[in-house]
């Protein structure tokens, strides 16, 4: 089975939005959220699936990392997702894009890397996604959540943070350090 569509989120190259089928049956519902096909040129192979759980109000992010693909399945929940690419070089570098997820709609998000990602829990949030890196910690990178630079329009206020996330650096620290 093929995804029913894929559309690029905010003009960002290699951010899709990949809307899925569900068959509904007297029992519930079945669908499938991920297939190596799908994303053969990003995911050689499905290498770690990990399973998050954040509360309303929480905020995960921004975190990016340097050769690590993302693909998010909201299993779930509501959560208001946001991408930016700090990709340099690229057409669309400091683009930002915000959309709602939620486990009631079929769909998942595909990140490429050095494109930072996070989201904010609307409701009790359960989110699972699958990496084509193993983690162990020298990949992963942030960029501070609420950076004017990118302006990301987090729909809560007062969101809950990691003492990790709540002192990322700021845009302009990261791409002065990459020169």
Not at 25 to 42: H, L
Not at 61 to 66: A, K, Q
Not at 81 to 107: M, Q, Y
Request: hydrophobic share 40%.
């Amino acid at each position: 089975m093929e995804p029913v569509s894929r559309e690029t989120v905010g003009g960002i190259t290699g951010v899709e939005l990949v809307r899925l089928s569900r068959w509904p049956d007297e029992r519930g519902w079945f669908r499938e959220v991920f297939r190596t096909e799908w994303v053969a040129e990003q995911f050689d192979r499905q290498v770690q699936l990990n399973l998050s759980f954040t509360r309303t109000g929480g905020l995960r992010g921004l975190h990016f990392h340097r050769k690590q693909w993302d693909w998010w399945i909201p299993v779930h929940g509501r959560i208001v997702a946001a991408v930016a690419d700090l990709r340099p070089g690229s057409a669309t570098f400091l683009g930002k894009a915000e959309l709602e997820l939620n486990s009631e709609e079929p769909a998942c998000l595909l990140i490429p890397p050095l494109v930072a990602h996070g989201f904010q829990a609307l409701s009790d949030a359960k989110l699972l996604y699958a990496v084509n890196r193993f983690y162990d910690g020298t990949d992963e990178q942030g960029v501070a959540w609420d950076d004017p630079t990118l302006a990301v329009r987090w729909p809560l206020s007062d969101p809950i943070l990691s003492d990790r996330d709540r002192n990322n650096p700021r845009v302009s620290e990261i791409v002065s350090e990459a020169r």
